[in-house]
């Protein structure tokens, strides 16, 4: 098993930044991929950028040239460090571990970022 904690969230104003933190523990060996996602009131849980073992990073067209996520091995933590943010930003933010032998993969708990003024 995997298990995933989340860090980092917080309330701030538009234009300002935030860094997440997801510290994973557990199963380590079995991850291939790391993720963060959000979900908004109301809406579908969508994935914001994601980083495989590999170091190969994927983002969220929403997401690209504001966000950077990146990883620390030695602490099996990633981050997310979030620049520029807008209201629209504005959900709970959720770490995923994909693994081997698990389609579902394991979540983090969730962080909740809210920008406004």
């Known amino acids: 098993q995997v298990q995933l904690v989340e860090s980092g969230g917080g309330l701030v104003q538009p234009g300002g930044s935030l860094r997440l933190s997801c510290a994973a523990s557990g199963t380590i060996s079995s991850i291939y991929a790391r993720g963060w996602y959000r979900q908004a009131p109301g809406k579908q849980r969508e994935l914001v950028a994601a980083i495989t073992s590999g170091g190969t990073t994927n983002y969220a067209d929403s997401a690209k040239g504001r966000f950077t996520i990146s990883r620390d091995s030695a602490r099996n933590t990633v981050y997310l460090q979030m620049n520029s943010l807008k209201p629209e930003d504005t959900a709970v933010y959720y770490c995923?571990?994909?693994?081997?032998?698990?389609?579902?993969?394991?979540w983090g708990q969730g962080t909740q970022v809210t920008v406004s003024s």
């Open positions: 995923k571990a994909d693994v081997i032998n698990r389609r579902a993969g394991y």
